[in-house]
């Protein structure tokens, strides 16, 4: 560890694990975690699809009887898997089937959403999708350049910005009449309304609390993320038109304004970008609030400044600075291949509700409450078993979920929705310890926009799972496959990287570079299996 980590550490010390004061600041930075969730999913109640069918011109007042009347059925052709075929009719001159360009909605679920308003439904289905990958889009764009900006420019700073646009887009979206400039505003959407705010919270957060609190601060944060859902999941079951529902999403940001007054900046970062007297004076401020001893605020200042001369003269930390030296390179394009895939099963499993049978908002609220226990559990075992083994095991369980749903067969839905939840626990699980691993992986100086580096090739996998999903009229079982490779690639990839359980979070990009050297999953089960293997009994038998 350099001198100036010792002299950080010591100073960050004085605040203790998790005191009064890091539950202050955690508890005004958790409502992001909400607010992300509720953003990210909203777009399955907003964008839902309901059942539908071809309207029978013919049929006087058809638009106003049921979509499975038998009398309008009769005039709609059949698929090869024997339902009934929602793009297709039957001319009654002909007795030729002919495509339709209006279509009868089952609204026992959704009744008033944008797909149903513009009928993208058959040759415009993939219109749908497109609005969905061009949010997560935004989500992409946003965790890597906002990212960047937190390591530039502060944590607080970035994110309560990001905060304040959120709060105009997220409500203001509601009331877009056109698909050209929705798409836009999406685009906009998931810059601001994901992980772009929530990242810099979460990393603000993580750099509060000590060593032995990270791991159930870290998840305790991310179930957040799944109560945002299931608040959806609930908000869309008693709001059944899109404009109010998502009007009443938006408002739930208003609460996070109040981040601009009460929440500090991260001593860490303020400590790495050499303004010393304001990280100092910040945990003199927190130990204060702890009930502790006053620090020696000139001793902390003259020590960090003696070091900042020296820092001065080496080039402060940036992207590139992620990809200059060897073993960090490496770390780098493994977690960002973690993020992709282990996205891919969470955000392909998240958003396949449209797919499932039942009550779609039933299905969602399941789906964000199934987080909740895995994520208690994960607290209870992460501290024990290490991060590396438990992501694996997680991310490896949750793709033979995924296999499972794929070999159930269809006439068998309530079993394909319950192992998919089985699937969404184990996932979820192994993609929530990802985020705290990252944050302990790399430095503070480039903590933030490595993290939202790896989390972009998240959000771009979650731009492709709209896609993928549409693979279901291929083949209904062809996405779970996808998704199941995906968590088992995930799984294996993470094996090759340290440890972290227990040790100081690097500062430096030299520590980054040197930490965990050799350590490996494979490493670590050799170096078990010697000890095994070289022990020999005091008294034989």
Not at 242 to 249: D, F
Not at 415 to 421: K, P
Request: proline share 5%; aromatic share 12%.
């Amino acid at each position: 560890m350099s001198e100036k980590q010792d002299d950080l550490e010591s100073l960050m010390s004085h605040l203790g694990e998790f005191g009064k004061y890091q539950l202050y600041q955690y508890l005004l930075l958790i409502m992001t975690g909400l607010t992300a969730g509720m953003h990210t999913l909203s777009i399955v109640p907003i964008n839902g699809l309901p059942n539908h069918r071809c309207l029978v011109p013919w049929h006087e007042n058809d638009t106003d009887v049921a979509w499975n009347s038998p009398t309008a059925l009769a005039a709609i052709p059949l698929n090869p898997d024997g339902t009934y075929s929602s793009c297709l009719l039957i001319n009654p001159t002909t007795n030729l089937t002919e495509a339709c360009d209006e279509w009868v909605y089952d609204r026992t679920h959704f009744k008033h959403t944008r797909s149903v308003e513009w009928d993208l439904v058959c040759d415009k289905k993939w219109l749908g999708a497109l609005s969905k990958s061009v949010f997560m889009l935004g989500v992409f764009s946003g965790s890597f350049s906002l990212g960047y900006l937190a390591d530039k420019y502060g944590r607080k700073k970035v994110q309560c910005w990001t905060q304040t646009i959120q709060l105009i887009v997220s409500f203001g979206i509601a009331f877009i009449n056109d698909y050209n400039m929705y798409l836009v505003a999406s685009y906009i959407y998931g810059i601001v309304g994901s992980t772009s705010a929530y990242i810099p919270a979460f990393v603000l957060a993580m750099e509060l609390v000590g060593p032995s609190k990270r791991t159930a601060s870290g998840l305790i944060f991310q179930a957040f993320f799944a109560v945002g859902i299931m608040l959806v999941a609930a908000w869309a079951y008693f709001i059944p038109n899109y404009v109010t529902l998502q009007a009443v999403i938006g408002l739930h940001v208003v609460p996070t304004m109040a981040l601009w007054w009460l929440a500090d900046e991260s001593p860490r970062w303020l400590w790495s970008k050499g303004r010393i007297a304001e990280s100092v004076n910040i945990v003199a401020k927190g130990v204060k609030f702890n009930g502790g001893e006053k620090i020696d605020r000139a001793y902390y200042v003259s020590k960090g400044q003696a070091n900042k001369a020296t820092d001065e003269t080496a080039p402060s930390g940036g992207f590139l600075d992620l990809f200059r030296t060897p073993r960090l390179r490496m770390r780098m394009i493994n977690l960002s291949y973690i993020w992709f895939a282990a996205s891919v099963a969470y955000y392909g499993l998240s958003l396949a509700g449209d797919n499932m049978p039942g009550n779609p908002f039933f299905i969602l609220f399941v789906l964000g409450l199934v987080e909740i226990p895995c994520y208690t559990m994960v607290i209870m075992l992460l501290d024990r078993t290490g991060r590396r083994s438990l992501t694996s095991i997680m991310l490896l369980l949750g793709g033979v979920s995924c296999t499972v749903v794929a070999l159930i067969p269809q006439d068998m839905p309530n079993a394909i929705a319950a192992v998919a939840c089985i699937g969404k626990f184990f996932v979820s699980g192994g993609f929530a310890i990802v985020f705290n691993y990252n944050a302990e992986l790399l430095p503070t100086a480039v903590r933030n926009v490595g993290i939202g580096f790896s989390s972009a090739w998240a959000r771009l996998a979650a731009m492709l799972c709209p896609l993928i999903l549409l693979l279901h009229s291929v083949d209904k079982s062809l996405p779970t496959i996808i998704f199941a490779l995906a968590a088992f690639t995930a799984g294996f990839f993470i094996l090759f990287l340290p440890e972290t359980l227990n040790k100081p979070m690097p500062e430096s990009i030299e520590d980054g570079e040197n930490f965990g050297i050799g350590d490996t999953g494979f490493n670590a089960c050799c170096s078990r299996k010697k000890a095994t293997d070289d022990y020999k009994p005091a008294n034989p038998i």
